[in-house]
């Protein structure tokens, strides 16, 4: 009979590696899944998510089991993502437009809109504005968190976490609006 | 007005990415407010877009990987043996050598010269071996094992060398170089505690030297190509001895000095080892004849949390690749003390063997140094990187 969550928690917080790594076949694709939607690279994404269990296994003795695991899981997850961006800034980065080529020639059967404009402008607006404000657009409009969880992960009040959707929605709609049609 | 417009955007989200049917009073406002009929249009577009182009590839299996990386390596009894062996053998040559040399030995045959004991390479011992499941419930921190290998090869300097930060390439004078101080050795068991307190800063400085330092590569890094997990290293050199310190404790980055290397001088970037803070700033070294390169030079700029006077030594940089160092990403840093001109020159080398003690990896760390010159080569899992740095000294510009 297969355990839940809080079971396996329960266990690796005693020390059982069996069941941590029945957590993370769990979770890790929805990890990995987040981690590459805020930084659109397969590989600094398998990183994270490397890391991201990394970090829980060594601090799963402090997780209170009454909190999702999945948003703990997510909340260390974007937090390297963040500090992966912010160390990003001091670097030149490729030019997204050849990221945004490259990916399209991945088998994901959206390469058809990939190469439009309007999905390429998208991608270079979504890698420039502030990675705070685009973890935001991922967890809400990508992934469709409510606000509760959404605070949770990224540690603020519901109210804050609302607040910053807001901006960020207004961000991409004046970076985007060249892009976008008039009705 | 405004506000009101505000208070309706949540639902004209929720309407085009969850499908929510709009509130009575949204619908009403949206007919009759051109700017939120507009965000409404805009919003459709946009959701449709980032939903359409959210394209997430296969997620790797990543439990083998972090699996390796928390769980305690099993030591190889084979390894163990040989080791043993190695022991004895070395044992029963140095008996014999010893016993060669005694009194009863033959009158006018040539002594030969015995290594001092504190130049001879020393090894902390992997702690022994406990399966990391014994520790369960018993309330035991699992530590895992450790292993330094040093070599104390480099002869004394005189007291007043110079220590001077290096920019790549003329250009920039550096105003600040700092006097040295006297570091304490570090013994081969030497605790991280100690370990910390020894690498502590440069104290003092002098602005009245004004000598413009000029570093530049005299080999092409070879592919710049992982190396193996060696984590970071961190090699002071010191007076009389050297130092070394293993910053592979998971050393937090912050910063990115790879890939910046190319086109953008003075990158700076945090690393903690303990609890202290070191930031380098590391300048550009592109070798101009392949336009690859990896190597640059590094300037020790502040170790906070122990002094806050600018260490301000001087070193060369190693990574592999184009990622940036972060945890896990093969890095060595080798702190060099260039002489001035007038001092002896100073040659020596050293290596050692660094131990990932997450990833159960090792790299050696080669320094070879002939006057200010010195040679750095990483070798790993994999293709071994090496780089040189020259120093060269330009009196007052």
């Not at chain 2, 406990?130 to 035991?140: F, L, M």
Request: contains cysteine.
């Amino acid at each position: 009979m297969a355990k839940s969550d809080a079971d396996l928690v329960e266990l690796a917080q005693s020390g059982n590696l069996r069941a941590f790594d029945e957590l993370m076949s769990i979770h890790q694709e929805r990890v990995y899944a987040l981690a590459y939607r805020m930084l659109s690279n397969p590989e600094d994404a398998s990183d994270v998510q490397q890391e991201t269990f990394v970090r829980a296994w060594k601090s799963i003795g402090r997780f209170r089991r009454d909190a999702e695991l999945s948003t703990w899981l997510h909340r260390i997850a974007v937090n390297i993502c963040l500090s992966m961006k912010k160390r990003r800034e001091f670097t030149v980065s490729e030019p997204l437009f050849e990221d945004s080529i490259r990916l399209s020639h991945e088998p994901c059967g959206v390469a058809t809109l990939e190469a439009t404009e309007t999905a390429m402008a998208l991608r270079n607006v979504m890698a420039a504005i502030p990675a705070h404000y685009r973890a935001l657009l991922v967890l809400r409009e990508i992934e469709g968190r409510r606000f509760e969880e959404i605070a949770r992960i990224l540690g603020c009040s519901e109210q804050s976490a609302r607040t910053r959707a807001s901006k960020a929605r207004k961000l991409l709609r004046d970076r985007m609006r060249p892009y976008l049609e008039e009705e | 007005m405004r506000n009101r417009c505000e208070a309706f955007e949540d639902a004209i989200w929720d309407r085009v990415r969850f499908g929510t049917d709009l509130p009575a009073d949204a619908r009403a406002h949206i007919n009759q407010c051109a700017d939120c009929a507009r965000a409404l249009n805009e919003a459709r577009q946009l959701a449709g877009v980032m939903l359409q182009g959210d394209c997430v590839p296969p997620a790797p299996d990543c439990r083998s990987a972090v699996m390796a990386r928390i769980a305690p390596r099993q030591r190889q009894p084979r390894l163990t043996w040989a080791y043993a062996c190695a022991g004895l053998a070395i044992a029963s040559l140095a008996i014999g050598a010893i016993m060669s040399l005694g009194p009863g030995h033959e009158p006018g045959r040539q002594n030969v010269a015995v290594m001092p004991q504190s130049a001879q390479p020393k090894l902390i011992g992997p702690a022994p071996h406990r399966d990391v499941h014994s520790y369960a419930n018993t309330g035991e921190r699992y530590n895992p094992p450790t292993r330094m290998v040093k070599h104390r090869v480099m002869p004394k300097t005189p007291e007043n060398i110079m220590v001077a930060s290096v920019v790549n390439g003329p250009g920039d004078v550096v105003g600040n170089i700092p006097v040295p101080e006297i570091r304490a050795e570090i013994a081969p068991d030497t605790t991280e505690e100690k370990l910390s307190a020894a690498t502590r800063p440069v104290a003092s400085t002098s602005a009245a030297l004004a000598d413009k330092y000029a570093a530049s590569t005299s080999a092409a890094p070879t592919a710049p190509a992982p190396v193996g997990m060696a984590g970071t290293a961190l090699s002071a050199v010191g007076d009389d001895t050297d130092t070394r310190a293993r910053m592979d404790d998971s050393p937090r980055m912050t910063g990115s000095v790879n890939g910046a290397l190319a086109t953008t001088p003075n990158v700076t970037y945090d690393s903690t080892y303990n609890a202290d803070v070191f930031t380098f700033s590391v300048a550009p070294n592109r070798d101009t004849a392949t336009g690859k390169g990896d190597v640059g030079s590094v300037v020790l700029a502040e170790k906070r949390r122990v002094a806050t006077k600018p260490a301000g030594e001087s070193g060369l940089f190693w990574t592999a690749g184009r990622r940036a160092p972060a945890d896990d990403r093969p890095v060595a840093i080798v702190i060099a003390r260039w002489t001035p001109p007038e001092a002896r020159p100073v040659s020596y080398g050293y290596d050692y063997t660094d131990y990932d003690t997450v990833t159960g990896r090792t790299t050696t760390v080669s320094v070879k140094r002939s006057g200010n010159h010195v040679e750095v080569r990483l070798e790993g899992k994999d293709s071994p990187v090496k780089g040189s740095v020259d120093h060269a000294t330009i009196p007052n510009v």
